[in-house]
């Protein structure tokens, strides 16, 4: 018995394939059609993503995480600024596509799952998860699984303004805290320390190599990812706080200010438990997995 997750990011489609147990057993990846591209063709790219890990198994059910909103019942792509989906009824026409039962999702709430299943959350009743990449995503964990909201958007802790009159976002927003707890953040703060630019990995190999540029630009995203995150911990009182994303594959050069900050900015830290900053177990397929563990499990 198999079930399919595929993850629809903003440069690729990731699709994998899991037994009933969990265990991954074959990955594929596909380029993402692009903005330019038609509602018609993202979805043509997931259900080929999907049919390149079926091998010569028939899925019972296929799991779909997408970068952005989703609707509370799991039927619509609301809105994502890097796909072209806009209001979609994704879960029934890929329904329709595939001839599978379909379970959508947004991305991070797809990657908290699998982290609670088989990741740093599991047994854990309480947990934040945030995703640092080019921008910021997070999901809610509480009473052992994922909250979605009342309108199924919790969780966009990107966008919380955290400088009045602050950076401008794509959103639309000014202050959002990704603009200054990102990967394009660390490449900002560099390039304004530097002069030139470096992408993020450049950033990450300097960052390691003990560039003292380079750290200072972890040490400022992680800061504002230590008093971002002591807001969230303020309000949910999280046993963990877990930290995915491919900024955060530098560990302990972002947590380590992170921590401090946390810390630094959390009431009463004498008298009070502080959550630990961890990260995530799953890696970049943390999304397909848990797309295919929800068609598994379903939407709680
Ligand atoms: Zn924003």
Known sequence: MTYVGVDVGGTKVLAVRIDAAGAVEATATRPMPGLAAGP?????????AARDVYGDTEPRALGVS??????????????GAHLPWRDAPVRRTLAERTGLPVVLDNDANCAAHAELVSGAARGVGSALLITIGTGIGGAVVLGGRVVRGAHGLAGEFGHMQVVPNGLACECGLRGCWEQYCSGRALERVT??????????????????????????????????????AAGLVSAFDPQLVIVGGGVSAVGDLLLGPARHALAGALQGT???????????????????IGAALLARDGRS
């Open 66 to 79: 997408a970068a952005g909103l989703v609707d509370g019942a799991g039927e619509r792509f609301l809105f």
């Open 191 to 228: 390039r304004v320390a530097l002069g030139r630019h470096l992408d993020g990995p450049e950033v990450t190999a300097l960052a390691r190599a003990g560039n003292e540029v380079a750290l200072h630009s972890f040490a400022s995203v992680g800061t504002w990812l230590g008093v971002g």
């Open 40 to 48: 018609d063709e993202v979805e043509a790219a997931v259900a080929l």
């Open 270 to 288: 004498a008298y009070r438990a502080v959550p630990d900053l961890v990260p995530a177990l799953l890696g970049p397929e943390a999304g397909a």
